[in-house]
């Protein structure tokens, strides 16, 4: 369904007075929109979710649609907000999937995987390497990475980034 930006406003003051039909026209024009916003920027196996979640986040905000301002940048405003929740949830989560070994422990694999780290380190500036260690290691939130550090929190994130983002191609290379 392809609709222009005056009908879809239409359509929204007409949910907002309550009328349903034209709600569940809007909510079937926004669900596919919302569909083809998130198939670029999320697995498949998210989209229905976060499709969901931006409806129900549409229809707690029913009422703080203005009719005099554009419909789509609004529901565009709103995705965008659900994308960034649901980015920040799947890096707070760290979903990392790691294959155990079941064979028997190495006595000295802790102390290998640290002098590997510590390689790894070597290769990276010290800013990056310590904010990364700080808080991907040691647990330490942003906030408190920053004030050790003295970098300001956006920094100690785009070091974090960098970092890894260098630390994943020089493991890539080494393989």
Not at 14 to 33: E, I
Not at 123 to 151: D, F, H, W, Y
């Amino acid at each position: 369904m392809r609709a222009d930006e005056a009908g879809l406003a239409r359509l929204m003051v007409l949910a907002q007075r309550g009328d349903r039909a034209a709600y569940a026209s809007l909510l079937k024009f926004c669900a596919g929109w919302l569909d083809r916003y998130y198939s670029r920027r999320v697995p498949p196996c998210r989209r229905d979710d976060l499709v969901q979640e931006t409806l129900l986040s549409l229809h707690r905000k029913l009422g703080s649609y203005d009719p005099q301002r554009p419909f789509i940048p609004w529901l565009a405003a709103i995705a965008r907000y659900r994308w960034v929740d649901h980015l920040r949830a799947v890096y707070r989560s760290d979903e990392v999937v790691i294959e155990a070994d079941l064979a028997a422990p190495d006595e000295d694999e802790p102390a290998t995987a640290r002098i590997s780290l510590e390689k790894l380190f070597r290769q990276l500036p010290q800013g990056q390497a310590r904010v990364i260690e700080m808080v991907k290691i040691e647990g330490l939130s942003v906030a408190e990475a920053a004030r050790n550090t003295g970098q300001s929190e956006p920094l100690v994130k785009v070091n974090i980034h960098r970092g890894l983002k260098r630390l994943a191609a020089l493991i890539e290379k080494a393989d």
